[in-house]
Antibody, heavy 119, light 109 residues
Framework: QITLKESGPTLVKPTQTLTLTCTFSGFSLSTSGVGVGWIRQPPGKALEWLALIYWDDDKRYSPSLKSRLTITKDTSKNQVVLTMTNMDPVDTATYYC???????????WGQGTLVTVSS | EIVLTQSPATLSLSPGERATLSCRASQSVSSYLAWYQQKPGQAPRLLIYDASNRATDIPARFSGSGSGTDFTLTISSLEPEDFAVYYCQQRSNWPLMYTFGQGTKLEIK
């Protein structure tokens, strides 16, 4: 049974760096083909893909946010960490951690964590 | 960057009716097209992957079709629990990235 859970601050100030941790179970990020991604959703708006890390440490980022994002993994702890620099109120959103199904979709999602950017 | 356009933005139907949701890509996305259902306060749920394959435990009333740039999600006979927001999503290879449509809200008429 695959589960994922996001953790991190609920409130950050503008210009600060956001660090979110995804802790997962039911699969290993050292297994060939496995990927873990981050997707966000501003209140009342659509989903936006942010980043993905693969079992082989290949990392992919949304081109529009690439300069602000870093994704890393700790296979021994079953964790993936996303950092986003220079936070702005427009970054207020629910951030989801996801398990990437083979090829092109996301089959398991965490419950999401709402991050508010405000001074 | 590939843009996905979903239509209609809102679809008002009654239980038992057939729902047809459209997703159009700005350029060919091959078969890497997925559909998700999202209910208020919940994470999205994968319904369809690779354009036409139902995900685990998804009822047979949900079906996906299409290729290239035009894709459709069909719900053959709406159940009360099907009223939600639906998103399409694609994966492109160059650059490797994922994009979502803006969503279709399926509401009770």
């Amino acid at each position: 049974q695959i589960t994922l859970k996001e953790s991190g601050p609920t409130l950050v100030k503008p210009t600060q760096t956001l660090t979110l941790t995804c802790t997962f179970s039911g699969f290993s990020l050292s297994t060939s083909g496995v990927g873990v991604g981050w997707i966000r959703q501003p209140p009342g708006k659509a989903l936006e893909w942010l980043a993905l890390i693969y079992w082989d440490d290949d990392k992919r980022y949304s081109p529009s946010l690439k300069s602000r994002l870093t994704i890393t993994k700790d296979t021994s702890k079953n964790q993936v960490v996303l950092t986003m620099t220079n936070m702005d109120p427009v970054d207020t959103a629910t951030y989801y951690c996801t398990h990437r199904r083979a090829a092109g979709s996301f089959d398991y999602w965490g419950q999401g964590t709402l991050v508010t950017v405000s001074s | 960057e590939i843009v996905l356009t979903q239509s209609p933005a809102t679809l008002s139907l009654s239980p038992g009716e057939r729902a047809t949701l459209s997703c159009r890509a700005s350029q060919s996305v091959s078969s890497y097209l997925a559909w998700y259902q999202q209910k208020p306060g919940q994470a999205p749920r994968l319904l369809i992957y690779d354009a036409s394959n139902r995900a685990t435990d998804i009822p047979a009333r949900f079906s996906g079709s299409g290729s290239g740039t035009d894709f459709t999600l069909t719900i053959s006979s709406l159940e009360p629990e099907d009223f939600a927001v639906y998103y399409c999503q694609q994966r492109s290879n160059w650059p490797l990235m994922y994009t979502f449509g803006q969503g279709t809200k399926l509401e009770i008429k």
